[in-house]
Each structure stands twice: as C-alpha cells, then as structure tokens.
C-alpha cells in the first residue's frame, strides 16, 4: 500500500513530510521510554493519523511474511475465515488481511478515535463499512492478537477466546525475551484447553526453552514500496528487519513429520557448512545444532538456503551424528 494512497483517509492532514515523522518519533517515545504515557496518543488524533500511517503500511509486508511460514495448503484454507482483530488500533492488521487475503474482519477496539479512524479507511479505501461486533457468521472464525496480547495479558487474552469460539489463534507480537515469556504462558493454557499449536512448535510436549536464559522467536526480512522506505529512513525506525514472537494454534489436530526442524538460531557459517540451532520433536520437542555442509547442495539451491532465517521449516535427513551436532542433508528447504 502507498502512502499516498493512505493520506486523504487519514484524520489528521499533515502539513509535511517532517510533520509526520515528527509525531512518528513522538508514539516511538511513548511506546519505549515513556510507557507510563502510552494511552495519551489515542486521544490525539495526529497521534492516530501518524500511527496509522507508520504502521499500517508497515504491517502488510509484516503479515505477508508471517503467513509464508506456513504451508501453501495452510494459506489456502485461511482464505475461507473470518478474520477477529483483538486489538486493533485503526485496523492495521485487518487492512492488511484485506489486502493479501480479500476476506473480511471485525475489529474490536477500545478507543474511539482509532475506531473512527478504521471507519474512514474501510470506507475511502475499499467502500465498506468497517465492523465492530462478531455475529455468528457461517465461516470459521481466526481470532488474531497483532501487538495486543502483551498489553492486555493472558488472562485477558483467553476470555477473548471463550467469548468468540474461534477455530484458530494467532499471536504475533515483539520478539522480546518478556514478551516470549508471556507467550510460553499462554501457550500453556492453551494446551490444557486442548487447542493444537501449528507454529513454531513441531508438538505440544514442553518448550525446550523453558525456564532457560534464551528465548525463541522469529525473524523476519521485508520490502517496502518506495515511499514506505523512505518513511522509515527519516523515522530512524527499521521496519525491513523484524524480530517477532509468532504463535499460532488451532483446534483440529496437526500433524507434523519426524524429519522436519524449526530454525531457531542462524549461526555464523563455518569456511565449510551453514549451521543453525534447530527445534525439533524426537518423542518430546528438544534442540538440536545442526550442521549442512555446502558440499551437499547444488548451486540452484544456494540462494534458498541463504534465504532460511529464525522460523523457517526444514525438512531434512540425518548424514551423520556427531559430538554436540548433527550433520544433515535438507531434502527441501522452505
């Protein structure tokens, strides 16, 4: 999405360019430093505007490369739901489900200047009406936490979840060692109520991570259009290079492969071979140092295998098992 597309939505008309990344560096303030004054930008509508702004295009690459952790038929089948936006702000991540997925979203959302401003965008950028309220639709419902659960907390996060019965749960939130923390915890209650994870975890036995110093979480490298990157220059924000802690769940069975792996740490190659700290289920999830020798793969499969960052799915088979790691073959990367 350009920016230029977005600005006559927007609430507040900016006066310039240097206007708007001026109140960008005002919401970073609030949202690092000065957390004990994060609610005041929702009652500013230039707040809102740059916030909208900012993160809203930011978003749709984010959200693309989310879903390219899952699987091709996975992405098919989430074209049929209903997307639940918990949390949504002016509907950054149900504008960005509008443009990659076309379905349709309810956002539900506190404040009213960021539902007025999601009423705007919905109406100038596709001619609906934005909605606010979950009815019972017929198709199965994907409630989603876009940057939500860690404000409101697990507690908070699963009465949404009894509340709307949704046949899928997605948390996608900062790659922090708090944040990942939380997640852990709510990963925990959802597996006493039964839900099955679909990522990261290749199972549901306990997180290998548990109780330790590290923490997993994904990385993500995106594009923007020309005037998004701009943006994101003069805001000093890096919005290409993205930590995140993504989750996701969903209440038929998943079934995994015994060969298959979650990166979850890229290592520096070796003069002979990638490596990479590896999750993986061998009758409970543990972790595993992988060892890929360049030897093994042909120069067309170079560049996908350069590609492969903290999150992606390797499928592989085992060449030889070694003091402290293993070394592999990939039979296809991802």
């Given at each position: 999405m350009k920016l230029s597309d977005l600005y006559p939505h927007l609430l507040y008309q900016f006066a310039s360019e240097a206007d708007l990344v001026k109140a960008i560096g005002e919401i970073s303030t609030a949202f690092t430093t000065e957390r004990h004054k994060i609610d005041q930008y929702l009652k500013d509508p230039r707040l809102v505007s740059a916030y909208t702004a900012f993160y809203l295009t930011t978003n749709i690459p984010k959200l693309e490369a989310v879903m390219n952790f899952l699987s091709i038929e996975k992405r098919e089948e989430l074209k049929n739901v209903q997307l639940i936006d918990v949390g949504a702000g002016p509907g950054t991540f149900s504008l960005a489900w509008k443009e990659l997925i076309g379905g349709e979203s309810v956002m539900l959302e506190s404040s009213a200047l960021?539902?007025?401003?999601?009423?705007?965008?919905?109406?100038?950028?596709?001619?609906?009406?934005a909605q606010f309220k979950v009815t019972d639709a017929a198709k199965p419902k994907l409630l989603l936490f876009g940057h939500s659960l860690n404000e409101m907390g697990v507690e908070a996060g699963l009465?949404?979840?009894?509340?709307?019965?949704?046949?899928?749960?997605?948390?996608?939130?900062?790659?922090?060692?708090?944040?990942?923390?939380?997640?852990?915890?709510?990963?925990?209650?959802?597996l006493k109520l039964n839900w099955e994870i679909q990522y990261?975890?290749?199972?549901?036995?306990?997180?290998?991570?548990?109780?330790?110093?590290?923490?997993?979480?994904?990385?993500?490298?995106?594009?923007?259009?020309?005037?998004?990157?701009?943006?994101?220059?003069?805001?000093h924000r890096d919005r290409r290079n993205l930590p995140l802690t993504v989750f996701m769940f969903e209440r038929k069975k998943v079934n995994h492969k015994n060969s298959e792996a979650r990166i979850v740490r890229v290592m520096p190659k070796t003069k002979f071979s990638h490596e990479w700290v590896v999750c993986l289920n061998d009758e409970n999830l543990?972790?595993?140092?992988?060892?890929?020798?360049?030897?093994?793969?042909?120069?067309?499969?170079?560049?996908?295998?350069?590609?492969?960052?903290?999150?992606?799915?390797?499928?592989?088979?085992?060449?030889?098992s070694l003091e402290g790691y293993r070394r592999i073959r990939l039979i296809s990367p991802e």
């Open positions: 960021m539902r007025e401003q999601a009423k705007k965008l919905m109406s100038g950028l596709y001619g609906i009406e009465k949404y979840i009894k509340e709307n019965n949704p046949q899928y749960v997605w948390l996608i939130e900062p790659g922090t060692k708090e944040v990942f923390q939380m997640a852990l915890e709510f990963r925990e209650e959802m990261p975890c290749l199972g549901n036995s306990k997180c290998p991570m548990n109780g330790s110093e590290d923490w997993c979480h994904q990385f993500i490298s995106v594009r923007h259009n020309e005037e998004v990157e701009r943006l994101t220059q003069l805001a543990k972790l595993e140092k992988f060892q890929l020798p360049f030897k093994l793969n042909s120069k067309s499969e170079k560049k996908s295998i350069e590609a492969l960052l903290a999150g992606c799915l390797i499928e592989f088979e085992t060449d030889k």
